[in-house]
């Protein structure tokens, strides 16, 4: 692909290159995250990965749909599944007292005349079905919900969760894809899209988190909501403006408003577009990027270690 003309560098805040650090600080954790899809994330999270290269570590936490594999290309070097228990019953020793169904949360399990009904799709594995039961009918076997893969792309340490089709909960895939993370690498963390369940589970225990959103009233609304859950969890956040120069000036306002620095601004551009159709990378296609992301990184340090 031909190098494409430069895009003006005043259209963003940091547009000053770094000399690419040898390693960056290990132990921080940085989740990039949004209101709603579409709005870059995943763009940013691997534009910022590159960029830095050394002592990163990525996981792709968007695990009912990962897609930071087709701009990283990992080689992919070991997988393992992902499993939850759930409950077994001995039928021969079960009563149909219901003590399990009445303890279910989540509505998994249901006694009707003598049969005992289970739908696992409902299922969290929380075990409390067992406990009540009076008979010690219950007992519990594990079932796959998805898996795991990790590998490199370079010196990048690669990670993923997936979530198998058809199954409705993304949170124990996360959790132990987590569980995964590096203390001697800066570890980000691409966060899946909305406000929900997986998208917290995503954001507990991280240092920062980086909203990346764009000018418009749905970008707007949606990163009014991420930005409450970021508050809530108590984690320090800054954003990034997507597809700057359409739209308003209402998510910028809004930011100010909030005492929300905005870190970086991605122009709509065509060839931003053309370049991700094509799997490539933003800093891949555009190399004079990457000084602006590693300056996107050292504003990230510098307000993680303030909310420490």
Known sequence: MASPPAITAGIVDVNRVTPRPSRVTGGVRIAVASGKGGTGKTTVAVSLALSLYEGVQF??????????????????????????????????????????????????????????????????????????????????????????????????????????????MATPIIRQLKREMSPDHLVILDAPPGTGCPVIETLKGVDFVLLVTEPTPFGLHDLRLALSVARELGIPAGAVINRYGIGDD??????REEGIPVLLRIPMDRRIAAAYAEGIPLVSAFPEWEGRFRALYQGIASLAGAGR
Do not use: Q
């Open 250 to 255: 209402s998510v910028e306002r809004f930011l």
């Open 59 to 168: 996981l792709d936490c968007d695990v009912e749909e990962p897609n930071a594999h087709i701009f990283l290309s990992p080689a992919i070097e070991g997988s393992r599944p992902v499993e939850i228990p759930v409950p077994e019953i001995d039928l021969d020793r079960c009563t149909r007292c219901g003590a399990c169904a009445k303890a279910c949360r989540f509505g998994a399990l249901a006694v009707i005349g003598d049969r005992v009904l289970f739908h696992p799709e409902l299922c969290h594995g929380c075990g409390l079905c067992a406990m009540v039961c009076p008979v010690g009918a219950i007992s519990e076997v594990p079932r796959e919900i998805g898996r795991l893969e990790w590998g490199r792309a370079g010196p990048i340490r690669f990670g993923r969760g997936i979530l198998a089709v058809g199954e409705p």
